[in-house]
């Protein structure tokens, strides 16, 4: 990349073609655009077409993902896979996943017809986000071999399995299998917006992730005894609302006392729900997320105790389901470190980040050194049509992965690690 120039033409192209992909969409008026629907079609003749002058010619995988390889300066097998995710939430914005795939694109327009010493795969994958089937990942699975019998067979709200909507769609799932990395990919890079305020309030275009955080999902229920809100006097009482009160307020005093933790309580249902009625029972979720595991368990642990204690101290009955306990996915350490070097050159310092969110990374972290590069969000507004993204920020992710290309072209070290296949 010559000049900043340059790089700022090639973001207005990104927000242009990020706009347009936004318009193939299942409802009138919004953008949604679930796994292998129709207007996903659309979107991959339109990517496909932006493909053919690199030289690259697209095709769709068995699980729906959209692929194209940009070969070397000679035949050697080394690759690295650049992109995200195509499919989108009910009233989407035009950003998220969408832009890691045209920014993929857009590298390998940055360079010109110039090979590297090792080959770019666009990856534009089929499902992420888990709205059709319930199910996220769909797409990133296929690539790590754990698409398998079972998911195949989950269904949507028509009754309609993974496996018809692929035949569907025109594609034969008996080819699954095909889709799975191969031997010589030594890496996956993907630009996401941060969908967080993190890098506005610090004033940065670009972050790297270092690691995607570990999560907790669990219920919690308070049991106490309805009752007659006008005749019970408050010290006879055993209210089970009065107790979740204190509990979430201590879920985010606790909470607070971890840097980089997160706690929240994002659903309160009260049985029975009346206004003249005190709270016989209330189920709360928790969900709590951090990078390093032990810190997660050891926070849920202590919040159970809280509640219990709480609960104690109220004569109230506590019960708790945990429905989910993911771990943390580390990215690449050396891929990071190329990153924040490439961002440096590209005139800016790459904040390093932990990302609360789950992203197609993290599955093919599974199988081959993974990083991202994150994209400061406007508002930290995402999931909504008013995300968005500044032409300069783009600009600057342009000239940061270009720079990231060139540093693993002189890097044999790195391309030698290739993936588990
Ligand atoms: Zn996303």
Redesign the pocket.
């Known amino acids: 990349m010559q000049t900043t120039i340059e790089a700022a033409k090639l973001a207005e192209e990104v927000i242009a073609r990020c706009r347009t992909l936004a318009s193939f969409s299942e409802d009138a008026g919004g953008t949604r655009r679930t796994f292998l629907s129709a207007p996903m079609r659309d979107c991959h003749r339109e990517i496909a077409r932006w493909l053919e002058p690199l030289g690259v010619s697209a095709r769709v995988d068995a699980a729906g993902n959209l692929r194209g390889i940009y070969s070397a300066v000679d035949s050697a097998t080394p690759r690295l896979l650049v992109g995200?995710?195509l499919d989108t939430v009910p009233n989407a914005g035009a950003y998220?996943?969408v832009l890691?795939v045209v920014l993929a694109v857009t590298l390998l327009q940055a360079l010109q017809g110039r090979k590297l010493p090792y080959a770019i795969e666009v990856v534009g994958f089929s499902e992420?986000?888990g709205v059709r089937f319930g199910t996220p990942f769909i797409g990133s699975r296929a690539l790590v071999g754990r698409l398998d019998d079972e998911l195949l067979a989950r269904t949507d709200a028509q009754g309609i399995s993974v496996r018809k909507a692929i035949q569907d769609f025109g594609l034969n799932p008996s080819e699954i299998a095909q889709a799975k990395l191969v031997e010589g990919v030594f890496g996956f890079l993907e630009f996401?917006?941060e969908?967080g305020p993190v890098l506005e309030k610090l004033g940065m275009p670009l972050g790297v992730v270092e690691a995607i955080a570990g999560q907790s999902r669990l219920q919690v229920v308070f049991v106490g005894r309805a009752n007659h809100a006008g005749t019970t006097p408050m010290n006879l009482r055993h209210d089970a609302l009065a107790g979740a009160a204190e509990w979430i307020t201590e879920v985010e005093r606790v909470s607070r006392q971890f840097p980089g933790l997160v706690g929240t309580v994002g659903s309160v249902e009260v049985k029975p729900g009346a206004s003249n009625v005190i709270a016989g029972e209330v189920r709360m979720s928790l969900d709590v997320r951090h990078q390093n595991d032990d810190v997660r368990t050891q926070v849920v642990n202590d919040l159970l105790r809280h509640a219990e204690q709480i609960s104690q101290g109220r004569a109230l009955s506590m019960r708790q389901k945990l429905l989910l306990s993911q771990k943390a996915v580390p990215m690449d350490p050396l891929f990071v470190a190329q990153i924040e070097e490439a961002a440096r050159r590209a005139g800016c310092q790459a904040h390093r980040m932990v990302s609360g969110?789950g992203?197609?990374a993290m599955i093919l972290a599974e199988r081959t050194p993974a990083a991202m590069i994150f994209l400061r969000t406007p508002g930290g507004i995402s999931h909504n049509p008013m995300e968005s993204v500044a032409v300069a920020d783009v600009a600057k992710a342009i000239e940061c992965g270009v720079s990231l290309l060139d540093q693993l072209a002189a890097s044999s070290k790195f391309q030698s690690r290739t993936c588990r296949a």
């Open positions: 995200s995710h998220d996943g890691g992420e986000e996401h917006i969908q969110a992203h197609d």
